[in-house]
């Protein structure tokens, strides 16, 4: 096509990761496979200059198709709202996970937004993109929906019999990773999950997306993909994107074949994946992927309350998690868990069950855990039960649906305003910044444990000793979150966060908190002399930019 530009924009989705978008990615190499001319546009939020990227080359056929997420939804369509509004630009369109829910809504509400592309992009995309060229759109492309330029009434969402499969598509466009200065990096070997978590997002776009059960990547595909990135861009740690990476025995032989393509094409990568508690693979299967390079487990443990486990569908028997544990620990491959301590129907006595949880499986350090409640994802079984229990306004807009539900205990509502507080008001980026300076010394103690055994061994006191803080910061971290919930049984959260007990907390963390910062330094500069800096490279650095 010779008229028609596109801009494929997006914001960086977590810290953990690349800051580059599977989805977008994907999107982009099969715009171009179809002879479209696209680029891919990052936004970093502490980049002055990033959103020039948009503007570079563009006339009045370009079109930018974004993706917004629940983080960064505002300061997306404000800019988008601008740019439509000097008419800088032919159309803009959404597409992605947190659009495809939310059409109905943005549609209503963002009157300069030009249509949503819902499900998986690429081939709605290439149609949308050719009758534009060809100026026959007339809103009956299927697979999203769409506004009429001359009276603005939106269209009928007509669903797509979606025809490629995985195997089918590119691999994705890798331009952001060229310029990240990590050797991570994120793929996917498959789409879809089977699942049904109360909570989730994905079980909804899988229907969406035609796909009953996963679309799987063939295994040799997945480990071409790893080849040349490895390759080609000097990748060394690969993180799964898929909802799940092995999701019971029919997976057995798939995964057993990308672990022996590795080996067999002597690969010396490490990745990370994501797995349920239950089922949980074999310790054959296990061990076939420790020896192909799994070091980290993103686990979804959820919750340790029964009830919180029965609202979200989760079968995981008490005591689970500290047996995978165990086994995981016996490779030294990290585990990093999902755990929801906040939820509408959540007593003030479950979260003191959960905090104590926590605490005994060593886990306490991860203070975001207790930062964020629940997100509320449209038309889940979650959101019908709130609305059944009226605990949200079936009406909310996609502004506000996203924490827009009452606490059925008004106590558990103070606590987390308390909490809220304490930790994101007053201490701020000290609050993140310890849980990720916990989080990767943890991570790459396990790597060296594992990969670079004599270096270890020199830096095993320097270990000691941080994890002798880190304990110290989180039993401060304990005392303060017990005492706080025996306070609020009877007193308010502004009483509490005036009392001596908050102050003395936030005191004390505050003097912790830089001795920690200086033995995690202390840490990471050492290891980033061995190797040419190559372990270092594979951690996240935990904040926006990415040169």
Same mark, same amino acid.
């Given at each position: 096509?010779?008229?028609?530009?596109?801009?494929?924009?997006?914001?960086?989705?977590?810290?953990?990761?690349?800051?580059?978008?599977?989805?977008?990615?994907?999107?982009?190499?099969?715009?171009?496979?179809?002879?479209?001319?696209?680029?891919?546009?990052?936004?970093?939020?502490?980049?002055?200059?990033?959103?020039?990227?948009?503007?570079?080359?563009?006339?009045?056929?370009?079109?930018?198709?974004?993706?917004?997420?629940?983080?960064?939804?505002?300061?997306?369509?404000?800019?988008?709202?601008?740019?439509?509004?000097?008419?800088?630009?032919?159309?803009?369109?959404?597409?992605?996970?947190?659009?495809?829910?939310?059409?109905?809504?943005?549609?209503?509400?963002?009157?300069?937004?030009?249509?949503?592309?819902?499900?998986?992009?690429?081939?709605?995309?290439?149609?949308?993109?050719?009758?534009?060229?060809?100026?026959?759109?007339?809103?009956?492309?299927?697979?999203?929906?769409?506004?009429?330029?001359?009276?603005?009434?939106?269209?009928?969402?007509?669903?797509?019999?979606?025809?490629?499969?995985?195997?089918?598509?590119?691999?994705?466009?890798?331009?952001?990773?060229?310029?990240?200065?990590?050797?991570?990096?994120?793929?996917?070997?498959?789409?879809?999950?089977?699942?049904?978590?109360?909570?989730?997002?994905?079980?909804?776009?899988?229907?969406?997306?035609?796909?009953?059960?996963?679309?799987?990547?063939?295994?040799?595909?997945?480990?071409?993909?790893?080849?040349?990135?490895?390759?080609?861009?000097?990748?060394?740690?690969?993180?799964?994107?898929?909802?799940?990476?092995?999701?019971?025995?029919?997976?057995?032989?798939?995964?057993?074949?990308?672990?022996?393509?590795?080996?067999?094409?002597?690969?010396?990568?490490?990745?990370?994946?994501?797995?349920?508690?239950?089922?949980?693979?074999?310790?054959?299967?296990?061990?076939?992927?420790?020896?192909?390079?799994?070091?980290?487990?993103?686990?979804?443990?959820?919750?340790?309350?029964?009830?919180?486990?029965?609202?979200?569908?989760?079968?995981?028997?008490?005591?689970?998690?500290?047996?995978?544990?165990?086994?995981?620990?016996?490779?030294?491959?990290?585990?990093?868990?999902?755990?929801?301590?906040?939820?509408?129907?959540?007593?003030?006595?479950?979260?003191?069950?959960?905090?104590?949880?926590?605490?005994?499986?060593?886990?306490?350090?991860?203070?975001?855990?207790?930062?964020?409640?629940?997100?509320?994802?449209?038309?889940?079984?979650?959101? %019908? #039960? $709130?609305?059944? =229990?009226? &605990?949200?306004? /079936?009406?909310?807009?996609? !502004?506000?649906?996203?924490?827009? @539900?009452? *606490?059925?205990?008004?106590?558990?509502?103070?606590?987390?305003?308390?909490?809220?507080?304490?930790?994101?008001?007053?201490?701020?980026?000290?609050?993140?910044?310890?849980?990720?300076?916990?989080?990767?010394?943890?991570?790459?103690?396990?790597?060296?444990?594992?990969?670079?055994?004599?270096?270890? %061994? #020199? $830096?095993?006191? =320097?270990? &000691?000793?941080? /994890?002798?803080?880190?304990? !110290?910061?989180?039993?401060?971290? @304990?005392? *303060?979150?017990?005492?706080?919930?025996?306070?609020?049984?009877?007193?308010?959260?502004?009483?509490?966060?005036?009392?001596?007990?908050?102050?003395?907390?936030?005191?004390?963390?505050?003097?912790?908190?830089?001795?920690?910062?200086?033995?995690?330094?202390?840490?990471?500069?050492?290891?980033?002399?061995?190797?040419?800096?190559?372990?270092?490279?594979?951690?996240?650095?935990?904040?926006?930019?990415?040169?």
């Amino acid at each position: 096509m010779k008229n028609i530009n596109v801009k494929l924009v997006f914001y960086r989705t977590l810290f953990s990761q690349s800051a580059a978008s599977v989805t977008m990615g994907s999107l982009s190499a099969f715009l171009s496979n179809n002879k479209i001319k696209n680029n891919l546009v990052l936004l970093e939020k502490n980049n002055f200059h990033s959103i020039e990227s948009i503007f570079e080359n563009i006339h009045s056929k370009t079109v930018i198709i974004a993706k917004p997420n629940f983080k960064d939804y505002y300061q997306m369509f404000q800019l988008l709202s601008e740019i439509k509004k000097h008419n800088l630009v032919n159309k803009i369109f959404l597409c992605g996970p947190y659009a495809s829910l939310n059409y109905n809504s943005l549609m209503k509400e963002l009157k300069w937004l030009d249509g949503v592309i819902i499900g998986n992009a690429e081939e709605t995309a290439v149609e949308l993109l050719e009758l534009l060229e060809k100026r026959t759109f007339n809103c009956n492309c299927p697979g999203g929906v769409w506004r009429n330029s001359k009276n603005g009434i939106v269209s009928a969402y007509y669903p797509r019999k979606y025809k490629l499969k995985l195997n089918n598509l590119p691999f994705p466009d890798r331009t952001i990773e060229k310029h990240e200065n990590g050797s991570y990096i994120n793929i996917e070997a498959s789409r879809g999950c089977p699942g049904a978590c109360s909570f989730c997002h994905i079980p909804l776009l899988s229907k969406l997306n035609g796909i009953n059960n996963v679309d799987y990547r063939d295994p040799l595909l997945v480990v071409d993909e790893i080849e040349f990135l490895f390759k080609n861009l000097g990748k060394k740690l690969f993180i799964f994107n898929d909802s799940c990476f092995w999701r019971g025995h029919n997976d057995d032989k798939r995964i057993l074949k990308i672990c022996s393509e590795i080996k067999k094409r002597k690969l010396p990568i490490k990745f990370y994946i994501y797995l349920k508690c239950s089922p949980f693979p074999s310790d054959d299967i296990l061990k076939k992927m420790v020896e192909s390079g799994l070091v980290r487990v993103f686990l979804g443990v959820e919750n340790h309350s029964q009830t919180s486990k029965t609202l979200f569908n989760k079968k995981i028997k008490d005591g689970t998690y500290e047996l995978i544990k165990e086994r995981l620990d016996k490779y030294h491959v990290n585990v990093h868990i999902g755990f929801i301590i906040f939820e509408p129907y959540t007593s003030i006595n479950e979260v003191s069950k959960n905090i104590k949880y926590l605490k005994k499986i060593g886990k306490l350090f991860r203070i975001g855990v207790f930062l964020e409640e629940v997100r509320i994802i449209p038309y889940s079984i979650l959101h %019908k #039960k $709130l609305i059944k =229990d009226g &605990l949200i306004n /079936k009406s909310l807009s996609y !502004k506000d649906i996203t924490y827009g @539900y009452k *606490f059925r205990d008004k106590k558990t509502e103070e606590y987390y305003k308390l909490i809220k507080e304490v930790f994101s008001a007053i201490l701020k980026e000290q609050s993140y910044e310890f849980e990720y300076y916990c989080t990767t010394v943890g991570l790459i103690k396990d790597i060296l444990y594992r990969f670079d055994n004599k270096n270890f %061994k #020199k $830096l095993n006191e =320097d270990f &000691l000793e941080f /994890k002798l803080y880190q304990d !110290k910061i989180e039993k401060l971290i @304990y005392v *303060f979150l017990i005492k706080s919930i025996k306070s609020i049984k009877t007193l308010d959260a502004n009483k509490i966060i005036k009392e001596k007990t908050s102050s003395f907390f936030i005191r004390d963390f505050n003097k912790l908190y830089y001795t920690i910062k200086v033995k995690y330094a202390n840490i990471f500069s050492k290891i980033n002399q061995i190797n040419n800096g190559e372990y270092v490279k594979l951690i996240y650095s935990g904040y926006e930019q990415i040169k």
